[in-house]
Structures are given as structure tokens and as C-alpha cells.
């Protein structure tokens, strides 16, 4: 889709309304990003928030909230609302749903992004239901490797 080619599943940027991604800190943590292209805003989603102090986790996203609008034009990005000039403000969402020891980041980063593209609720999201998350997305991805 950058490079103007629309993938079969694709949307055209006009429809576009939030981008949801993965986003690594320092090597060694995965936080959910979501990008709002209404608002020109980032909402970060943080599973382990005692790990990294706001102002870290900010200047660790900062590089992409400073480019974000020239990628988004470069890919020819024309939306219902014009692209905010600079930098796009940082917030954390200090309620999203909270891991309890290691491991489990990039797994719920996958949730957050997959709840929120839905509208459901993060609550739903749990330690106790990391099992059934990870072998849903098993199951998931090898019917998808049998199914081409």
C-alpha cells in the first residue's frame, strides 16, 4: 500500500481512521501504538507500566511521532482530516490491562491491537488468559500457512 499498490485485503488511506502497531523500547519491550490519524495523536499501550518512566517510554516514541507526518504523506495519505505539521503529541494509557511477570509483552501488544480494532473492552484481557490467546494464534497462523 506504500508503494500505491492496494494489497487484495487492503483499505484505501481515505477509510483509514487509526493505525495499530507493534513498537519495541530499548530492545526490550513491546508497547502497543496506536496511531490516531483524526486527532493526529499516539495512545501507547503498555503491558508492564512499572517498567519504564512516562518521560523514557516518550522520548523512546518520539522519533516516530516527529516523522509520522512525512511517512504518512510519502505514502500518499489523503484523509477526512488534514495532517498536524510536526511533532504529534505522546499519551500512555496508564489503564490498559497489566501483565504480571515477564515474557508476555509482545502477546498482549497483539491483544491490545486486536481488542481495540474491534471496540472490546481491554478488560478482557488477562494473565489467566494468555494460555488461550497464544494457542488461538497458533491454531490462527497454521491454518493460514495450510490454507495458501
Not at 481512521?17 to 513498537?23: A, E, G, L, Q, S
Not at 494509557?93 to 501488544?109: I, L, N, P, R
Not at 488468559?129 to 497458533?138: I, Y
Not at 491454531?139 to 495450510?146: M, N, R, S, T
Request: with cysteine.
Amino acid at each position: 500500500m506504500v508503494n500505491g499498490k492496494l494489497p487484495t485485503l487492503g483499505k484505501p488511506w481515505s477509510s483509514v481512521k487509526k493505525v495499530f502497531m507493534p513498537y519495541n523500547v530499548r530492545q526490550k519491550h513491546w508497547v502497543g501504538l496506536v496511531l490516531d490519524l483524526t486527532s493526529c495523536e499516539i495512545f501507547v499501550y503498555d503491558s508492564k507500566i512499572d517498567l519504564f518512566r512516562t518521560h523514557i517510554l516518550v522520548k523512546a516514541v518520539q522519533p516516530l511521532a516527529k516523522l509520522i507526518t512525512p511517512l504518512l504523506e510519502e505514502a500518499g495519505y489523503v484523509g477526512e482530516f488534514p495532517l498536524r505539521k510536526g511533532e504529534w503529541p505522546i499519551h500512555r494509557v496508564m489503564d490498559s490491562a497489566q501483565q504480571v511477570g515477564g515474557g508476555d509483552c509482545g502477546m498482549f501488544v497483539i491483544k491490545y491491537c486486536d481488542f481495540l480494532s474491534w471496540n472490546v473492552d481491554l478488560g478482557k484481557i488477562s494473565n489467566e488468559a494468555m494460555h488461550l490467546f497464544r494457542l488461538k494464534l497458533t491454531v490462527d497462523l497454521l491454518q493460514g500457512c495450510y490454507n495458501i
